[in-house]
């Protein structure tokens, strides 16, 4: 595939030329000749192509956006910009983090392409650790610490006016990914559409309960919209979201397919629908997505392992993860509350018992935004689009969709109660109340 912009598609052998025409990827390799280089095709996504370029003196990833969504074909266009801000963001939050962010070497806008550090074995993608049952013991501690970085470093509360509105501006340019964002999250689970999926028959009903649930969709717009007004006898709520609230430079897709882990090592990658939104979205879809691993351990139980303690190391792993990230951000604003942040001016929020107060409720309006979109992003790994590997991999189909009934049970009260849960304690006896 070619066009007239000097974008070409590129394949295992067309990378070899490609990787000689950069110097910054032919360095790594230790230069000069080629000689000796495997080349891998590994993406499993939905969007991209990813190869693994491995040779005697060194080793990156080259990914590349293609001007179409993979997993449907160019039937779906989308744009190669995507892996523009995909680089950008990599940059960005490798600056704020790079303990937990793969370095980029290389980035070719005409041909959207970007070489980075490859992550070498036994870095495994995260979803794939949880199916099969390992225990990472700094998970909480290093995701706890790469959001309360990348968030807090990127908001108003750090931030210039200034810096934040030329930021805001860079990113609006994803448009695309927002666009299939607010598509595949919160619009198609909830009406009739021809890429919705589901386990069929056994989900059939349930499905159709989702797209009949006014209460459900009345939550799901006041995520999605600008000004979303929920109307009571004598009550008129506006509620900023999703599509307007540009809080932080967020992931945008940060399930547990978008980080890769080892025992003492995790690392944030694919950062494609990158923009400044709701940080709730990012710290929600990572919450969300422990949660369907947990509803899916019953699928992979045996009689060897009926997965009991690996659930509640799941539970704990959720806990340990809020209550790290609280710690975390509070400490970041604390310790810059005399900087240049203009959310929340000093001068003005001059009093200890004050500030306390309006930390603790920017941290509790933050954990009800996390569960509505952890929740959100619940429902369309069931009923929509693209699912996950967790329950896919179960083969019984009976028992994969009572997995996911009950997934899609507790995503829908956490969607509809969010704002009476106080602790994250709480969201974890809703769990075990539906599935112990």
């Given at each position: 595939?070619?066009s007239?912009?000097?974008?070409?598609?590129l394949?295992?052998k067309s990378v070899?030329?490609?990787?000689k025409s950069?110097p910054?990827?032919?360095?790594?390799?230790g230069?000069?000749q080629?000689d000796?280089v495997?080349?891998?095709?590994?993406?499993?996504?939905?969007?991209?192509?990813v190869y693994?370029?491995l040779g005697p003196?060194?080793?990156?990833?080259?990914?590349?956006?293609?001007?179409?969504?993979r997993c449907?074909g160019?039937?779906?266009p989308?744009?190669?910009?995507r892996a523009?801000?995909?680089?950008?963001?990599?940059k960005e939050h490798?600056?704020?983090?790079p303990?937990?962010?793969?370095?980029?070497y290389h980035?070719?806008?005409s041909?959207?392409?970007?070489?980075?550090?490859?992550?070498e074995?036994?870095?495994?993608i995260?979803?794939?650790?949880?199916i099969?049952g390992?225990e990472?013991?700094?998970l909480a501690?290093?995701?706890?610490e790469?959001?309360?970085?990348?968030?807090f470093f990127?908001?108003?509360?750090?931030?210039s006016?200034a810096e934040h509105r030329?930021?805001?501006a860079?990113f609006?340019?994803?448009l695309?990914?927002c666009?299939?964002?607010?598509?595949?999250?919160f619009s198609?689970?909830?009406?009739?559409s021809?890429f919705?999926?589901?386990?069929?028959?056994?989900?059939d009903?349930d499905?159709?309960a989702?797209?009949?649930d006014d209460?459900l969709?009345?939550?799901?717009?006041?995520?999605?919209?600008?000004?979303?007004?929920?109307t009571?006898r004598a009550l008129?709520?506006?509620?900023?979201r999703?599509?307007?609230r540009a809080q932080a430079l967020?992931?945008?897709?940060l399930?547990t397919g978008?980080i890769?882990?080892?025992s003492?090592s995790t690392?944030v990658?694919?950062p494609?629908?990158?923009f400044?939104?709701?940080?709730?979205?990012?710290?929600?879809?990572?919450?969300?997505n422990?949660?369907l691993?947990y509803f899916?351990?019953?699928?992979?139980?045996?009689?060897g392992n009926?997965?009991k303690?690996?659930?509640?190391?799941?539970?704990r792993t959720?806990?340990?993860?809020?209550d790290l990230f609280?710690?975390k951000f509070?400490s970041?604003?604390d310790?810059?509350k005399?900087g240049?942040?203009e959310?929340?001016l000093?001068?003005?929020?001059?009093k200890p018992?004050l500030?306390?107060?309006?930390?603790q409720?920017y941290?509790?309006?933050l954990f009800h935004d996390a569960?509505?979109?952890?929740a959100a992003k619940?429902?369309?790994r069931?009923?929509?689009?693209a699912?996950v590997?967790?329950?896919?991999?179960i083969?019984?189909?009976?028992?994969?969709?009572?997995?996911?009934?009950n997934?899609l049970n507790c995503?829908?009260?956490l969607?509809k109660?969010?704002?009476?849960f106080?602790t994250?304690?709480?969201?974890?006896?809703?769990i075990?109340?539906i599935?112990?």
């Amino acid at each position: 595939m070619e066009s007239g912009d000097g974008f070409r598609a590129l394949d295992e052998k067309s990378v070899v030329e490609y990787i000689k025409s950069a110097p910054a990827l032919t360095a790594r390799l230790g230069g000069g000749q080629l000689d000796g280089v495997e080349i891998r095709e590994v993406g499993d996504g939905n969007l991209n192509f990813v190869y693994i370029v491995l040779g005697p003196a060194g080793s990156f990833v080259l990914k590349q956006a293609l001007p179409y969504i993979r997993c449907v074909g160019e039937s779906w266009p989308m744009t190669k910009e995507r892996a523009y801000f995909e680089a950008l963001a990599l940059k960005e939050h490798g600056r704020l983090c790079p303990d937990h962010v793969p370095e980029v070497y290389h980035f070719d806008r005409s041909m959207s392409v970007i070489g980075m550090r490859y992550l070498e074995p036994p870095h495994i993608i995260l979803r794939k650790g949880l199916i099969a049952g390992i225990e990472y013991p700094l998970l909480a501690e290093h995701m706890s610490e790469y959001m309360a970085k990348t968030l807090f470093f990127t908001s108003l509360l750090y931030h210039s006016t200034a810096e934040h509105r030329r930021a805001v501006a860079e990113f609006c340019g994803n448009l695309e990914l927002c666009r299939l964002t607010e598509q595949v999250v919160f619009s198609d689970p909830y009406r009739v559409s021809h890429f919705n999926r589901w386990t069929s028959p056994y989900l059939d009903r349930d499905a159709e309960a989702v797209r009949e649930d006014d209460a459900l969709k009345i939550e799901v717009a006041g995520l999605k919209s600008i000004a979303t007004f929920l109307t009571t006898r004598a009550l008129c709520v506006r509620i900023m979201r999703f599509c307007e609230r540009a809080q932080a430079l967020i992931h945008g897709d940060l399930h547990t397919g978008s980080i890769m882990v080892t025992s003492d090592s995790t690392q944030v990658i694919d950062p494609e629908f990158a923009f400044y939104g709701p940080m709730g979205f990012d710290i929600g879809a990572f919450l969300g997505n422990l949660i369907l691993a947990y509803f899916s351990q019953d699928g992979h139980a045996n009689e060897g392992n009926d997965r009991k303690a690996y659930k509640q190391w799941i539970l704990r792993t959720i806990v340990e993860t809020w209550d790290l990230f609280q710690k975390k951000f509070i400490s970041l604003w604390d310790e810059h509350k005399d900087g240049k942040g203009e959310a929340y001016l000093i001068s003005i929020y001059n009093k200890p018992e004050l500030w306390i107060s309006l930390q603790q409720k920017y941290l509790k309006d933050l954990f009800h935004d996390a569960l509505g979109f952890g929740a959100a992003k619940m429902i369309r790994r069931i009923v929509g689009i693209a699912h996950v590997e967790d329950f896919e991999s179960i083969a019984d189909a009976s028992k994969r969709a009572s997995c996911e009934r009950n997934a899609l049970n507790c995503a829908k009260r956490l969607l509809k109660e969010r704002r009476q849960f106080e602790t994250v304690g709480q969201v974890i006896s809703v769990i075990q109340e539906i599935q112990p």
